[in-house]
């Protein structure tokens, strides 16, 4: 089932502007991942935040998560145009749970 | 490094027919395997996974089924294909709880 619930369901933003989106989810987690997928490949990994972490960087990308309110954050600051994709959160919700569950992403147009 | 291989890139099958979608991951050993199924527009739903060879476990019943013949080969089948079995099959492997890196996907179409 899926466990988490992004929003917006899809965002057009002009090049150089920042991106937000966010992930909601319904149960306690170990950690949440972002995933990015263009139009019909596979995804790939972005970032991976810890439940005893509440920011976290990498490059362009900035990921919070407050778990008292079960949400997160991603935000991708100067997009490109190569930005554009969908954006997926994912949440394990044991330390070694190896499986993912996946929410229905956030569709990202960045107009050159 | 690890690579992940999955085949075919797109296919279309007329309903009733039979299913085989195969992935095979190179590079590392004993990984963790997973199928997951994208609808249009939707997430990612995980059909079944398998931690060595010959361990399936179904996350949905279905009309599919899986196997793991090898350490590093993941299939997936149905004897029947319905109409409803559209849609865009990803194959991921695991090394570790922190991620999953996925193959390309296979666009199933059932008409």
């Known amino acids: 089932s899926q466990q988490g619930e992004e929003d917006p369901q899809a965002l057009s933003i002009q090049e150089g502007e920042n991106a937000t989106m966010n992930c909601s989810y319904k149960?306690?987690?170990?950690?949440l991942q972002w995933y990015r997928q263009n139009s019909g490949r596979g995804l790939v990994h972005l970032i991976l935040i810890r439940s005893n972490e509440r920011e976290k960087h990498s490059g362009r990308l900035r990921v919070t998560l407050d778990t008292s309110k079960k949400s997160s954050s991603l935000l991708i600051t100067a997009s490109r145009a190569a930005d554009t994709a969908s954006y997926f959160c994912?949440?394990?919700?044991?330390?070694?749970?190896?499986?993912?569950?996946f929410g229905a992403g956030t569709t990202v147009t960045v107009r050159a | 490094s690890q690579t992940i291989h999955q085949w075919p890139a797109t296919l279309v099958q007329p309903v009733g027919s039979p299913l085989s979608l195969e992935c095979t991951v190179e590079g590392t050993s004993n990984p963790n395997l997973y199928w997951y199924r994208q609808a249009a527009g939707r997430g990612l739903q995980l059909l079944f996974y398998?931690?060595?060879?010959?361990?399936i476990s179904s996350e949905v019943p279905q009309n599919l089924s899986a196997s793991r013949p090898q350490d590093r080969q993941f299939i997936l089948s149905s004897k029947k294909l319905l109409l409803s079995d559209s849609g865009f099959y990803l194959c991921?492997?695991?090394?570790?709880?922190?991620?999953?890196?996925f193959g390309s996907g296979t666009q199933l179409s059932v008409l």
């Open positions: 149960t306690s987690i170990n950690n």
């Open positions: 991921a492997w695991s090394g570790s709880p922190d991620s999953l890196d």
């Open positions: 994912a949440t394990a919700q044991r330390s070694n749970d190896y499986k993912l569950s």
């Open positions: 398998s931690v060595g060879i010959g361990q």
